[in-house]
């Protein structure tokens, strides 16, 4: 069974940075893609960034310019980088990966408020 633990979730101050992290384990051959999620209350889990095995890249139009999503050589792990955060960015954040399958990591909370 493959697991994804995440990391790095918190209370940030608005324009402060935070960097959470994902490592993937288990028994498998290699994700075709890894990324990130988020849900806020009372709305439905989007898209922030993913990464393909290729490397290409995609961000919500939101998070664009702020956040940075990166993944390691043997692509067992992703991170993203929050810079400039926003009270709009409060949300669980998921981490993503998809083996023939989607898999979920647990959810961490990120909190952007003064």
């Known amino acids: 069974q493959v697991q994804l633990v995440e990391s790095g979730g918190g209370l940030v101050q608005p324009g402060g940075s935070l960097r959470l992290s994902c490592a993937a384990s288990?028994?498998?051959?290699?994700?075709?893609?890894m990324g990130w999620y988020r849900q806020a209350p009372g709305k439905q889990r989007e898209l922030v960034a993913t990464?393909?095995?290729?490397?290409?890249?995609n961000y919500a139009d939101s998070v664009k310019g702020r956040f940075t999503i990166s993944r390691d050589g043997a692509k067992n792990t992703v991170a993203l980088q929050m810079n400039s955060l926003k009270p709009e960015d409060t949300a669980v954040y998921y981490c993503?990966?998809?083996?023939?399958?989607?898999?979920w990591g647990q959810g961490t909370q990120v909190t952007v408020s003064s």
């Open positions: 288990g028994s498998f051959f290699e994700l075709s893609a």
């Open positions: 993503w990966g998809n083996l023939r399958y989607d898999i």
């Open positions: 990464v393909s095995t290729g490397g290409s890249k």
